[in-house]
């Protein structure tokens, strides 16, 4: 059954590639091809019949191999070798880029930059090159492999383009902002980014390796000082999207909330990480409850998300209990 599948995907793209034994990248669609009309008209209780299959040989050896490193991969887990492992991972995967026909046809390094990214989150570390030596560093506070998925289906939806984040640590979800469409451009704020006692500018250096740094623009200052000025420089209703992912107490929240509202414009998207911490779900609570001007959209549960329909329009005295 695998077999077939991957058989007609075969003869839909140029190129069909399995990562981890789970995740199927398919490269080149052909769109003269005389199984197209057939697939496309499938129904549960239709069968696509197809010709001889040519070269299956190699398909069921290809297959194999990968099953034979997914095993061998469980096994390393099982084994709690979580080094080696990483280091397996990152061969294996690595072993696709050199392909002659990812080469050729990926002229943006795509493949590479979503390699990466899928290894350092998949793994929760990764490892800083310092010479001829490197250092394994563990993630501790970067957003989970959903969390990015909620970003990038959020800014590609949306084809948002000016975007703001609040926290920046291991430099993860910056990734997922300035892959999820190469026309956009993103600010950082965080004062310690480049503290070598803290983030030792490794998002930085992330965002280097991945070669979306040109559209990065980095602010090392409290989200208190810094906000203020992008709203000085930028005015209001600016940014497309903002994410929240600074210090998690109620009031720092609030802070940065009011004024990504003044930057963010009729349309955009405010998200804000770990929406299930006490102080930021009380302060969730108090936006559903106060803000008229906002809609709650639907994300995954550690994230609350507000699109901006309109201006605020409340009285002065205005309060709704939370």
Request: aromatic share 14%.
């Amino acid at each position: 059954m695998i077999i077939n599948l991957l058989y007609i995907l075969s003869l839909l793209f140029s190129k069909v590639i399995i990562l981890n034994g789970t995740i199927i990248i398919c490269m080149n669609y052909i769109e003269n091809n005389k199984y197209i009309n057939d697939i496309k008209n499938l129904d549960e209780n239709h069968y696509l019949f197809v010709e001889t299959k040519e070269n299956v040989d190699q398909l069921k050896k290809y297959s194999s191999n990968i099953l034979n490193n997914k095993k061998k991969l469980l096994e390393l887990r099982i084994k709690k070798d979580e080094k080696k492992l990483f280091k397996e991972l990152y061969d294996l995967y690595s072993s696709y880029a050199h392909d002659p026909f990812i080469i050729a046809h990926d002229h943006d390094n795509l493949f590479h930059k979503y390699l990466q990214l899928h290894l350092i989150v998949n793994s929760r570390r990764f490892f800083i090159k310092d010479k001829n030596e490197s250092t394994e560093i563990k993630l501790h506070s970067a957003i989970k492999k959903k969390e990015g998925k909620n970003i990038t289906q959020i800014i590609k939806k949306y084809k948002f383009k000016k975007c703001l984040e609040i926290g920046m640590a291991f430099g993860i979800s910056a990734s997922y902002i300035l892959l999820a469409n190469k026309n956009v451009n993103l600010i950082s704020i965080d004062p310690f980014q480049k503290d070598k006692d803290q983030w030792n500018s490794m998002g930085l250096n992330l965002l280097k390796e991945l070669g979306v740094d040109e559209r990065h623009h980095y602010i090392g200052e409290k989200s208190y000082v810094s906000l203020p000025k992008l709203l000085s420089t930028y005015g209001e209703e600016y940014f497309d999207f903002i994410f929240i992912d600074g210090w998690h107490t109620f009031d720092y929240t609030l802070i940065d909330f009011f004024y990504a509202d003044k930057l963010i414009r009729i349309g955009g998207i405010i998200l804000i990480d770990d929406a299930l911490h006490r102080g930021v779900t009380k302060f969730v609570n108090y936006i559903v409850n106060n803000y008229d001007n906002y809609k709650k959209i639907e994300t995954n549960k550690t994230l609350a998300g507000f699109e901006k329909i309109n201006n605020d329009t409340r009285e002065w005295s205005f309060h709704g209990d939370f």
